[in-house]
């Protein structure tokens, strides 16, 4: 947040509000949602006040992250110095709008995927710096998490089987390196590979860029053995059919890289 303010404020001050607006002067502001969605992240993109002016701004706040909004919705009421509202203004709402953004897209494919066994999770395709507010933003929406980083759980993909060789060769590679409390999954492209994978001792299996016929397949071939994940092609048209076909995650890179920010301003109570 600290550096999102100084995107604004780096070489100086607000120029069009020190110039319009008195300094001692005290408003109120309501947050307002301009569509239907899902809000989150709003106690940390309030942050842009408290840090512009600590304590300067009081917030009773109408919903909680994950809460749905309707299309003219009220989100916050804020009270305290006009100046330290307008100059915080766009940097709180581009957290704001971009998380809530986040949270609505979730919540889309996740009721899509109701009464399946198959969550929705994220992948690390996120705003660099932002990673773990935009997976808290998932969250919101109703979504789980894939890892955070490299060095939470491994993923042996295309390029490493490429560099080791075989799926044998790099499974054993990161069993004896890792250790046996490190969950290890495999990303496998053809049925083939899959039955490969099976061999090997893994957690879970990434079937990657299959459609739905052979993602059943897939399943069926898996037997519950190992957590399966579908990854690829998945759109809110095609969601329901990759969740019915009985894998346990759906992995959906854009809800983080590409969901439109939900509209949400801030408007001078006069």
């Given at each position: 947040m600290r550096a999102a303010l100084l995107e604004d404020l780096a070489h100086g001050s607000d120029l069009t509000t020190d110039a319009i607006v008195p300094?001692?002067?005290?408003?109120?502001?309501?947050?307002?949602s301009r569509a239907d969605g899902v809000v989150a992240g709003l106690e940390a993109a309030l942050l842009a006040f408290e840090l512009i002016e600590p304590g300067a701004v009081r917030v009773r706040a109408s919903v909680e992250d994950g809460d749905a909004v309707k299309a003219g919705g009220l989100v916050a009421q804020l009270e305290g110095p006009a100046d330290v509202l307008l100059t915080g203004e766009r940097t709180m709402l581009n957290f704001l709008c971009r998380l809530s953004g986040i949270a609505t897209a979730t919540r889309a494919l996740v009721d899509a995927v109701a009464g399946t066994r198959?969550?929705?999770?994220?992948?690390?395709?996120?705003?660099?710096?932002?990673?773990?507010?935009?997976?808290?933003?998932?969250?919101?929406?109703?979504?789980?998490?894939?890892r955070f980083g490299l060095d939470d759980a491994v993923l042996i993909k295309d390029n490493h089987l490429a560099l080791a060789g075989s799926i044998h060769e790099a499974v054993g590679r990161v069993r004896s390196h890792a250790g046996h409390m490190v969950k290890i999954e495999v990303e496998v492209d053809n049925l083939d590979q899959l039955r490969e994978v099976l061999r090997e001792p893994i957690d879970a299996v990434l079937l990657d860029?299959?459609?739905?016929?052979?993602?059943?397949?897939?399943?069926?071939?898996?037997?519950?053995?190992?957590?399966?994940?579908?990854?690829?092609?998945?759109?809110?048209?095609?969601?329901?059919?990759?969740?019915?076909t009985g894998v346990d995650l759906i992995s959906v890179g854009w809800l983080t890289h590409s969901a439109p920010a939900l509209d949400l301003g801030l408007d001078i109570a006069l």
């Open positions: 300094g001692d002067l005290r408003t109120t502001a309501r947050i307002l198959a969550q929705v999770v994220d992948t690390r395709k996120t705003t660099p710096g932002l990673r773990v507010l935009e997976k808290y933003a998932v969250r919101c929406g109703g979504g789980g998490n894939h860029n299959m459609k739905p016929p052979t993602l059943q397949e897939a399943v069926r071939i898996v037997g519950g053995s190992i957590i399966t994940e579908a990854s690829g092609g998945v759109r809110p048209d095609t969601i329901a059919a990759i969740a019915a």
